[in-house]
């Protein structure tokens, strides 16, 4: 799923371990999911959208994703 996660967390000025910390997930999730390998769960792209101030739609492009 293609998403905004990188830009804003650097607009945030966090690292991906940061930003982990942020929503209780580990750096690798961040990761993965920076990098469209991993699709969150509901409830973290929730909580994404909650830390950013944003709402999910805003972040995740559901659009430009395959359906699963």
Not at 4 to 13: A, D, I, S, T
Not at 39 to 49: E, G, K, Q, V
Request: charged share 30%; proline share 1%; net charge negative.
């Amino acid at each position: 799923m293609k998403n905004k996660v990188k830009n804003l967390r650097e607009q945030f000025g966090l690292s991906q371990a940061q930003l982990g910390e942020k929503v209780s997930v580990s750096r690798q999730a961040i990761n993965a999911i920076e990098n469209n390998k991993f699709d969150p769960s509901i409830w973290l792209a929730y909580d994404l959208a909650k830390f950013f101030n944003l709402s999910i739609e805003e972040i995740f492009d559901f659009e430009e994703s395959e359906r699963k």
